[in-house]
């Protein structure tokens, strides 16, 4: 525990350097390019919130390149608006400081949901296997590190996972192996741990903890950034493919900016030359080498079926003082499923 608490110290160090920078950064736009036309003169600039990855200066450093060009692209500042974890850019969403962000499919559903974004396009999906899928990590070595035994006695294991809104870290573990074992991840591990999937790697590394949720692509960054601490992990649950994140943007800009906001993703990396291989190299680091795709708000449709189970799940896991009360809340996820099918739909007709 000396340990893990050393490296927050340290991060907590960072995370404080990087809320000075954050307030003064921004992407430049470059002179010498003209505005283009199909940018509203209303709009003055573009707030891009940055989903926190192995951490703030990290993430920033990650998503700079891409913004650097979308300012190039568009003759207008593009300002990035990183924080330490999801719930702090879900407040930021929720109070309009966010203009256009990359959320996990559990935040742009809300946000959507909550007629604050609208999804424009989605990270394209490899061609095969392996995809983007939610993993558990455990130690090699040691008396926890198999599956049988997490699920067999899972009060004598230390969890390290993700934020609730994580669907990775939370959301896909949660309903594709807990629950169905009968298991709550919030209340039957002997400790828990909340961080990114980069610190609940470290957590299990070092000894901190017992399993951590994370997933593949994570996981890969992981095994570049920490080689020696990844050297000491196994996989020892995959999940199937999950809902995918995408690019979300403000509703309220004109149809032509959100347009111009997705041909830009959508064209991003396609060019040929010294260009396109700058950019192809920007979505590698991203881990989006094949590109972005356009989409719409259908593309959360699967997020919402997901909630959906784990909601059904809960509900008939949960002790409820009679049957009726079970029911009824079964009746309310089945409404709140039904209005969010109807309103993702909408965004298609």
Do not use: C
């Not at 399993?211 to 199937?240: G, H, K």
């Not at 708000?297 to 409820?320: H, I, N, S, V």
């Amino acid at each position: 525990m000396r340990r893990l608490l050393a490296r927050l110290l340290a991060a907590a160090l960072l995370l404080a350097t990087a809320a000075v920078l954050t307030a003064s950064w921004a992407a430049p736009a470059v002179a010498a390019t003209p505005p283009d036309k199909s940018v509203p003169a209303a709009v003055q600039s573009v707030r891009f919130g940055v989903l926190p990855l192995g951490g703030t200066v990290e993430s920033r450093a990650l998503w700079t390149p891409l913004m650097a060009d979308m300012s190039r692209a568009l003759g207008i500042p593009v300002n990035a608006y990183s924080v330490p974890s999801y719930e702090e850019l879900d407040r930021a969403i929720g109070r309009d400081e966010i203009d256009m962000a990359f959320l996990s499919a559990k935040m742009a559903l809300d946000a959507v949901m909550q007629r604050r974004m609208k999804v424009v396009a989605q990270i394209a999906k490899q061609p095969g296997p392996p995809q983007h899928r939610a993993v558990l990590l455990a130690r090699k070595a040691g008396p926890f590190n198999t599956l049988e035994g997490l699920l067999a006695a899972p009060e004598r294991w230390r969890l390290a996972r993700g934020d609730s809104r994580s669907v990775t870290g939370f959301i896909v573990p949660q309903s594709q192996l807990f629950l169905p074992h009968n298991i709550e991840m919030e209340t039957r591990f002997l400790s828990e741990f909340v961080g990114t999937h980069q610190a609940t790697a470290l957590a299990v590394a070092n000894g901190d903890a017992d399993v951590a949720t994370n997933n593949t692509t994570d996981f890969e960054r992981f095994r570049q950034q920490f080689p020696v601490e990844a050297e000491r992990l196994q996989v020892i649950w995959e999940s199937e493919p999950p809902p995918g994140a995408p690019m979300v943007v403000r509703r309220s800009y004109p149809p032509e900016f959100q347009a111009r906001l997705q041909n830009f993703l959508t064209g991003y990396g396609k060019a040929k030359g010294p260009r396109g291989d700058a950019e192809r190299e920007v979505l590698k680091n991203l881990r989006a080498a094949y590109g972005y795709v356009a989409t719409d708000d259908t593309a959360l449709l699967p997020e919402a079926r997901l909630e959906y189970q784990l909601g059904k799940q809960r509900a008939m896991a949960a002790a409820w003082v009679n049957e009726a009360a079970r029911e009824q809340r079964l009746q309310r996820i089945e409404k709140t499923y039904a209005e969010q099918v109807d309103a993702l739909r909408a965004a298609n007709r």
